[in-house]
């Protein structure tokens, strides 16, 4: 089994503010990689797939790098929307693993 | 417009059974691998199991291995996962996701509680 690790727990920032989340795999998930975004009382959204491919509908401010082990969701700018939980999730290997979540906060 | 309604939550003792399913709706069912993903109250996201599109595959999480059972009913639209065998652990909200891989369409979930 994958395991995926994010870090921080919890970034505390202010709107306006780049926020940087990070996530690693324990073995190569290739680029088969994705991010959500979750508030609470919500499901899940799709913002990533392939490490880096926007969804539909996803704002700019949002962008997803890396391969193999490392991977990075990045928000230009935070907007006050964007204060929620976020998960990474590889789909390269069976079982499909999720990172445990990075909170970001309105610092 | 995509709509995956969940139904069959609730409440059950330790050792019964839940039949969930997802009503799908606004998108090509056919299409599309479908997947149920649950989280426990104030945890994270877990992968529970996914169907393929004809449904003659299927993946379960260890945790569930030999407990559930994910089936698909093409002509009606509709997924279903039965759980048999329920553990305290199980209590989750379990939504639905088409998809086996990045799931960009979730349902809202539908709560399930394991009391012992």
């Known amino acids: 089994e994958i395991v995926m690790t994010q870090s921080p727990a919890t970034l505390s920032a202010s709107p306006g503010e780049r926020a940087t989340l990070s996530c690693w795999a324990s073995q190569s998930a290739s680029r088969s990689l994705a991010w959500y975004q979750q508030k609470p009382g919500q499901a899940p959204r799709l913002l990533i797939y392939g490490a880096s491919i926007r969804a539909a509908g996803i704002p700019a401010r949002f962008s997803g790098s890396g391969s193999e082990t490392e991977f990075t969701l990045t928000i230009s700018s935070l907007q006050s929307e964007d204060f929620a939980v976020y998960y990474c999730q590889q789909y390269n290997n069976w079982p499909q693993t999720f990172g445990q979540g990075t909170k970001v906060e309105i610092k | 417009e995509v709509l995956l309604v969940e139904s069959g939550g609730g409440s059950v003792q330790r050792g019964g059974s839940l039949r969930l399913s997802c009503a799908a709706s606004g998108f090509t069912f056919t299409n599309y691998a479908m997947s149920w993903v649950r989280q426990a109250p104030g945890k994270g996201l877990e992968w529970v199991s996914s169907i393929s599109v004809s449904g003659a595959s299927t993946y379960y999480a260890d945790s569930v291995k030999g407990r559930f059972i994910l089936s698909r009913d093409n002509s009606k639209n509709t997924l279903n996962l039965q759980m048999d065998s329920l553990r305290a652990e199980d209590t989750a909200m379990y939504y639905c996701?088409?998809?086996?891989?990045?799931?960009?369409?979730w349902g809202q979930g539908t709560l399930v509680s394991v009391s012992s």
């Open positions: 996701a088409a998809g086996t891989g990045a799931r960009g369409y």
